[in-house]
């Protein structure tokens, strides 16, 4: 793997392939941010970018314990990190996926949402006696970019069977939850802990692990939040007044949070028609959230001298041969922007890598690792409070 300064550095080397850009400085400084800052334990969502050098990233910077939701992330994190804490959060898993992670990579945390799955999980372990069982609800996503309020979760008044089922089988008793990706309002979380006091008095039951999952946002265009302290202590609040004993803990599962100001990519400018821009990657590379859900990312022109042009709104086409292949925008660069241009677009550490493929003979593999700053950071500003008190000192 290569190294560089920075982006612009990079392109005096003229890529013809896009590239991806890393910088493990950013995701080590947002896994001490959680593992400093939030008020419980941080599990790492594997999902949102399970590249192995992120996940050792992590686990130096403290996040010692890995949301895995398939047994192909079991494996992997495995392999990655022997020592790691693995939880397998999914609440529908195949039996055999559940016995090869319990007997065979030392997992003993299992989410679920139903009667069904409660009996795999036994089943499985053969009746295993060290379980933590989490209990998922399901909750509002109102709050958040991408809705995960539908397809998982018990819902709201049918939660007592299963805890009172679950509790008479498990080690130690969790309840779950996940407020949709990218929550742009700490009351999200708010008001899922209402839900979580509710469903411990109606099943009168203890509760020893309270888990308030992912959706922790990051920053993108017209997509700013409020700080990360304020969601933090929002949770920590609700935690506090709920009707369970001292020694319950508080988790987390952050996957964007963590993870999306670890990569960017590099890409050229292949033609222009107007206003659009025909891209080297898209849709079915690091571009899907761009196409399919319309996000926004940060783009900036990679050329020097810098363009002094006014700025204008752009859409782009990525490589393939279909219309789907196209990410509307509307992406600011200077008006001058022209063929065999190369445009960095950021923040796309989370759910960008990841879910990359190979269609139409488009995509590439080649990553290299910068230092400099992310085009955006929610943990700048944190630092800079910490060298300024240290100044003070
Ligand atoms: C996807 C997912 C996460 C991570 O969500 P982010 O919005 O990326 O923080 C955490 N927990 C579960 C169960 C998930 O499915």
Redesign the pocket.
């Known amino acids: 793997m290569h190294k560089h300064h920075s982006a612009l550095g990079l392109v005096a080397s003229r890529p013809v392939q896009p590239v991806t850009l890393i910088r493990p400085h950013a995701a080590a400084r947002a896994a001490r941010y959680f593992v400093e800052k939030f008020p419980g334990r941080s599990l790492y969502?594997v999902?949102?970018n399970p590249s192995p050098a992120l996940i050792r990233t992590l686990w130096e910077s403290g996040i010692t314990h890995y949301?895995v939701?398939s047994i192909a992330e079991v494996r992997l994190v495995r392999r990655t990190l022997p020592q790691a804490t693995l939880c397998f959060?999914?609440p529908v898993k195949a039996e055999e996926a559940i016995a090869e992670a319990y007997f065979k990579h030392g997992v003993k945390t299992f989410?679920l949402d139903s009667i069904e799955e409660l009996d795999k999980i036994v089943r499985a372990t053969r009746s295993a006696s060290d379980l933590t069982l989490c209990v998922?609800l399901r909750v509002s996503s109102e709050h958040s970019k991408?809705s995960?309020a539908s397809k998982f979760g018990v819902a709201p008044g049918e939660s007592k069977e299963l805890l009172f089922r679950a509790r008479q089988v498990a080690d130690a008793l969790g309840i779950?939850f996940?407020v949709?990706?990218?929550?742009m309002t700490p009351e999200a979380y708010g008001n899922a802990m209402e839900r979580v006091r509710q469903a411990i008095v109606e099943a009168a039951v203890t509760v020893d692990v309270v888990d308030v999952?992912?959706?922790?946002p990051s920053t993108y265009p017209g997509m700013e939040p409020p700080p990360l302290e304020a969601y933090f202590e929002t949770i920590h609040r609700a935690f506090e007044s709920l009707p369970i004993s001292y020694s319950a803990e508080l988790w987390a599962?952050?996957?964007?949070?963590l993870c999306a100001e670890y990569s960017s990519i590099i890409v050229r400018v292949e033609r222009r028609r107007g206003d659009e821009l025909y891209i080297n990657d898209g849709a079915y590379g690091a571009l899907f959230d761009a196409a399919h859900i319309g996000w926004r990312f940060p783009v900036t022109l990679l050329r020097e001298p810098e363009s002094n042009a006014r700025e204008m709104a752009f859409s782009f086409y990525g490589p393939t041969c279909d219309d789907l292949d196209h990410m509307t925008g509307p992406f600011l660069l200077p008006a001058d922007v022209q063929v065999g241009d190369y445009l960095e677009i950021g923040m796309l550490g989370?759910?960008g890598s990841a879910m990359r493929t190979a269609f139409n003979g488009f995509g590439s593999d080649e990553t290299v690792t910068v230092d400099d700053e992310p085009m955006a950071s929610l943990y700048t500003h944190v630092e800079r409070e910490v060298a300024s008190n240290v100044v003070k000192l």
């Open positions: 969502a999902k949102a949301d939701a959060m999914h989410s998922r991408l995960l779950c996940h949709g990706s990218q929550a999952g992912g959706g922790f599962e952050p996957g964007r949070a989370a759910y």
